[in-house]
């Protein structure tokens, strides 16, 4: 199911951000754009420059027609037993923006399992990635 509204959706990804996520956002040109998000409190800080909000919500909105998509990496406080790294979660969406709003919607854990372990030129099977958890 769609989700319309930008707010709604900055909203989502930050929710997800306990302290450090990674959002890797690629436009309907297939040009990637990569952003640091960093909680402090109740604040989300989007990268290390003044602007990279205001240029996320432009491509969000101006480059996502016919669609885009976007892959968020949060990392938790949590720490794998086996590799002592922290357990990462990985959320994937698909953005189709207009100009004017966003619609979004959210890909299933087993799409998102599948995405981010299948080669995408053979369809072959990938190592597992350790600490990772699908959303």
């Given amino acids: 199911m769609s989700i319309t509204g930008m707010s709604s959706f900055l909203q989502e990804l930050e929710s ?7 959002v890797t956002f690629l436009d309907s040109n297939r040009e990637p754009m ?3 998000l960093t909680r402090q409190g109740q ?6 420059d003044w602007g990279i909000k205001e240029l996320f919500i432009s491509k969000l ?3 996502c027609n016919p669609s885009g998509s976007l892959i968020l990496r949060s990392f938790t406080q949590e720490i794998d037993e086996f590799t002592q790294l922290p357990i990462k979660e990985l959320r994937g969406y698909i953005l189709q ?3 004017d709003d ?5 890909l299933s854990p087993k ?3 599948a995405c981010h372990n299948t080669d995408a030129q053979t ?8 600490s990772v958890r699908y959303c």
Avoid at 43 to 48: A, H, L, N
Wanted: glycine share 8%; hydrophobic share 45%; with cysteine.
């Fill in 34 to 36: 990569v952003i640091t």
């Fill in 43 to 48: 604040q989300v800080t989007y990268g290390d």
């Fill in 16 to 22: 997800y951000c306990f302290s450090v996520a990674i």
């Fill in 61 to 63: 909105l101006w480059d």
């Fill in 123 to 130: 369809d072959e099977p990938l190592a597992l990635e350790q």
């Fill in 111 to 113: 799409a998102m399992f």
């Fill in 102 to 106: 966003l619609a979004f919607e959210k």
């Fill in 97 to 99: 923006g207009d100009g």
